[in-house]
Nanobody, 115 residues
Framework: QVQLVESGGALVQAGGSLRLSCAAS????????MGWYRQAPGKQREWVAT???????LYADSVKGRFAISRDNSKSAMWLQMNNLKPEDTAVYYC?????????WGQGTQVTVSS
């Protein structure tokens, strides 16, 4: 099992940058993939980005070219660098880790982008 804690959320102006962090503990070496999701008020949670054990990354079209996901080799930390933020990026951002078919989630961190 893995425990996840996100941090780094803040209020930022459009065009600005933020770096979210996710600290993982527990069975981190067993993690197959890690990722970020977000949920805006009144909307369903949506996938943002994923990084696989081999380092391959995938991004939602809405953030491609603006966001970058990275992770340390021990899989105990993951980051999401967010540049050129837009008001539509406003959401609670959640860290996710997958081991086999089991997914673990953090508690979320709020990102608010003002226009």
């Amino acid at each position: 099992q893995v425990q996840l804690v996100e941090s780094g959320g803040a209020l930022v102006q459009a065009g600005g940058s933020l770096r979210l962090s996710c600290a993982a503990s527990g069975s981190t070496l067993s993690i197959n993939s890690m990722g970020w999701y977000r949920q805006a008020p009144g909307k369903q949670r949506e996938w943002v980005a994923t990084i696989f054990s081999g380092g391959t990354t995938l991004y939602a079209d809405s953030v491609k070219g603006r966001f970058a996901i990275s992770r340390d080799n021990s899989k105990s930390a993951m980051w999401l660098q967010m540049n050129n933020l837009k008001p539509e990026d406003t959401a609670v951002y959640y860290c996710n880790a997958q081991i086999g078919v089991t997914r673990s989630w953090g508690q979320g961190t709020q990102v608010t982008v003002s226009s």
